[in-house]
């Protein structure tokens, strides 16, 4: 894996691809975050272009015309072509590279990941309402949500919800509850309280914090707790 930084992201696109995928991603975006994992549970060749949100190059732009982020661009015999959103971006890896298939091969066990990815959404909502109002707000679609997947680690008897080993559910949701734990830098006593709600989902984020995938491409809650305090990148860089 290799990075082209925001300073070297001007005028000029960079080269046609040849043997590896390449990600434009910006950094602390939880939904590239998503594709990182992803790329790295394939073990795909791949390379990171970081972008900076505030000073996107032209070309970027006429490539990307609703200024999509994350995107991966893909080499093929017609061209290098680009994907977009998350979760399309992660199916196609999972298809794409058959080492350490993600998705469930239960029809069935599938189509219900799909619907706790899209019911997960309702937690990313919070999320956003509750870093937007300096925490006071959001909190309780958080609550809902978790209770939701607390319910369903029971109901699976597993250490992960992709059996045990993490699967594509797993690491759709990570980045978003590793950015949670961010409000132990508010109130660590509320935080460990509300841990003890959920035992669950509780044990399932410290053995997801053991994942070597996950390890690759962490923060810590004081970082991400410094960047949502920062009042540039908290108004540009998590809603791309």
Known sequence: ???????????????????????????????????????????????????????????????????KIPVLEIPTEQGDRCLFESVVICDYLDEKYARNPLHSRDPYVKAQDRLLIERFNELIKGSLECFDTNFAYGSEQIIQTMDIFEKELALRGTNYFGGNKPGML???IWPWVERLYLLRCINEKKFDEKRSRFPNFADWGDQMQLDEVVK?????????????????????????
């Open 1 to 67: 894996m290799s990075y082209y930084s925001p300073r070297r992201a001007g005028a000029v696109s960079p080269p046609r691809l040849t043997d590896k995928l390449r990600l434009y991603h910006v950094d602390m975006n939880p939904y590239g975050h998503r594709v990182l994992l992803i790329l790295e549970a394939k073990k795909a060749k791949y390379e990171v272009y970081r972008l900076d949100p505030l000073h996107l190059p032209e070309w970027f732009k006429a490539r990307n015309p609703r200024l």
């Open 216 to 240: 690759k491409h962490s923060s810590s809650p004081s970082e991400y707790f410094d960047y949502y305090e920062n009042a540039r990148t908290h108004a540009m860089g998590y809603y791309l």
């Open 170 to 172: 797993d690491y759709m």
